[in-house]
């Protein structure tokens, strides 16, 4: 990329001094940096120059990025272009270099069509927050999201602590007795983690829960899983960590991985990010090496060297596909806002997102809407999909 050209046009452009052709070829290096790095520091140094202070203003870099959103709406208004590839470049870097904080002015769109409401909303969407749900062994909850800080249970000689951090810890004593058993679980629009009693380590993503030990005894460690969990696997060559979801289980020893169970996804998936597991279900088994993923259906397939970055990226509060399709995209949004989605018409169409998990719906959807082929209606908590 040609940082000083990049900057050249960005200054131009705050300027209002950028033509057609300029605003063409200011898109073009934007979508052009795949690896988002030459463009999030030729931006950060180009907005920090003298001649850029006006945009660190919050509400002047609220105007600089949706101008470019805008203008590139009008160049190409129809066509379906790598657009959002840039759209997804350009808002990681605004949010990252505390230049934009620009969701925290939501912008009310002002074009027909583009993420309307119809009728009148009593509650607005909300993004979803750490909060889970305790089953003890005796059938009474605990709602974490409320409990505060401290022991919220004793289970056998174990002490389930809740942090007030979206965090619950399970600290065993000494191991007598029965092995009672819990189930965190998080509602759509939760998040939650729990560290278990040897350690290990669960980040619970939306409408996800996983039934655990007190303790672990015997000669393997095991746990249930519903939803989507990333799990982080203490060491113990003595001891198996197994995760049972339906006729499918997980073995491991030690290593990082993630599970993709949900009911509504087409295919029950394990991708593993660092040592060694095995995947079996209905009499057949796989080994994974890092950088795979297992999906289980009929069969068991092994992907190659899938995106472990976009598949872990809520962890990190945030959403990222990399041409996913809009039914994709859409169940993760209905999780983690808890809206009902609905499409009237088939999108074809994919679409790339790198963008915080605290943008406001509207503009989430106002982002997709600009990449083309798609228009929102927001009623209540439900949207409505249909082609643009």
Known sequence: MDNARLKTLLQRYLKNDLSAGE????????????????????????????????????SRADVVF????????????RKRISLYHMAAAAAVILVAGALSLLFLHPFQPEKPGMAHSSGNTKKAVSPGTNKALLTLADGS??????????????????RVLNLGTGRLVYTPGQTTGSIVYNTISTPRGGQFQVVLPDGSK??????????????FTGHERQVE????????????????????????????????????????EPVLSTTLLEGRVTVRSKGKEVALIPGQQARVKEGIKVLE??????????????????????????RQIGRWYDVEVRFNSTITDTYS????????????????ELSGGVRFTMNGNKIVVDKN
């Open 23 to 58: 605003l063409q070829e200011l898109l073009e290096l934007m979508r052009g940096d795949a690896s988002y790095g030459h463009l999030q520091q030729a931006i950060e140094q180009a907005l920090t120059e003298n001649s850029f202070a006006g945009a660190a203003d919050k």
């Open 66 to 77: 949706r101008g470019i959103m805008e203008k590139a709406a009008e160049v190409a208004p």
């Open 141 to 158: 909850t605990v709602v974490l999201d409320s409990a505060g800080s401290g022991t919220v249970a004793q289970q056998g000689n174990t």
């Open 202 to 215: 669960v980040w619970l993503n939306a409408a996800s829960s996983v039934r655990i030990p007190s303790a």
């Open 225 to 264: 899983l519903t939803g989507e969990a990333y799990f982080e696997i203490a060491h113990n060559k003595e001891k198996p960590f197994r995760v049972i979801v339906g006729e499918t289980e997980v073995k491991v020893l030690g290593t990082h991985f993630i599970i993709n169970a949900y009911a509504n």
């Open 305 to 330: 060297q899938v995106d472990t970055e976009a598949l872990t990226a809520w962890m990190n509060g945030r959403f990222s596909f990399n041409n996913a399709g809009l039914d994709v995209i859409m």
């Open 353 to 368: 997102v790198d963008i915080s998990r605290q943008v406001p719906l509207p503009e989430l959807l106002r982002f997709l």
